[in-house]
């Protein structure tokens, strides 16, 4: 079976610092990958997908992602975090019947605290 | 155009009772899923549909059953509560389930 580990539970950044927020998989195949983002009390946000093609992923807020079949990895990235980007962080692997993504299997998530 | 709506949002039962959850997914997506959310299991699939039929299904008990109509639309049904039900159910839709999954506000069931 499928699943995935998102190894800091925390991490805390400077707004303007780079972000990098680590996801590690276990699946046979190439996966579907996603990151997702949560704010507190609210649903979850998709960042961006990686589906086939260029490994590196370009999302939605300046994020990116690069996918590393070698180690099994879909780490995301930013360049310079801003406040506002404090939230939960999911990284999730898509895998289901008939080759569909829809039964997403999610890591523990990693919560993003940044100091001003 | 409008995203995937969940209705109601927040909802208080008592041990015992059933609920039902309901899902608008986003226009011409056929494919609706569910997830459970609690601090200590994290997200979890319930189960997915797609056309009215269930397509891929999780490790729940039977007391979590689920429908989808001909619109698309879906509900979730939740029997005999317990306490540990309470959580953050969320559903996403796609268009065909191998693609871009989006998820809807949530319902926030509290059981009592």
């Known amino acids: 079976a499928q699943s995935v580990t998102q190894p800091d539970i925390h991490i805390t950044v400077s707004e303007g610092a780079s972000l990098e927020l680590r996801c590690n998989y276990s699946y046979g195949a190439t996966p579907y990958l996603f990151w997702y983002v949560q704010s507190p009390g609210q649903g979850l946000q998709l960042l961006l997908k990686?589906?086939?093609?260029?490994?590196l992923v370009q999302g939605i807020k300046g994020f990116e992602a690069e996918f590393k079949r070698s180690q099994s990895s879909f780490n995301l990235r930013k360049p310079s975090v801003h406040w506002s980007d404090a939230a939960e962080y999911f990284c999730?692997?898509?895998?289901?019947?008939?080759?569909?993504?829809?039964?997403?299997?999610f890591g523990t998530g990693t919560r993003l605290q940044v100091t001003l | 155009k409008a995203g995937v709506t969940q209705t109601p949002r927040y909802l208080i039962k008592t041990r015992g009772q059933q609920v039902t959850l309901s899902c608008s997914p986003i226009?011409?997506?056929?494919?609706v899923s569910w997830y459970q959310q609690t601090p200590g299991q994290g997200l979890q699939f319930l189960f997915e549909y797609f056309s009215e039929t269930q397509r891929n299904k999780g490790n729940f008990p039977g007391r979590f059953s689920g429908r989808q109509f001909s619109n698309s639309r879906s509900e979730m049904n939740v029997s005999t509560l317990e306490l540990g039900d309470s959580a953050l159910y969320l559903c996403?839709?796609?268009?065909?389930?191998?693609?871009?999954?989006?998820f809807g506000e949530g319902s926030w069931l509290t059981v009592v």
């Open positions: 226009s011409g997506h056929r494919s």
């Open positions: 996403a839709s796609s268009l065909s389930g191998a693609d871009t999954i989006y």
């Open positions: 999730a692997v898509g895998v289901g019947s008939a080759g569909t993504a829809s039964k997403l299997t």
């Open positions: 990686y589906f086939s093609g260029d490994t």
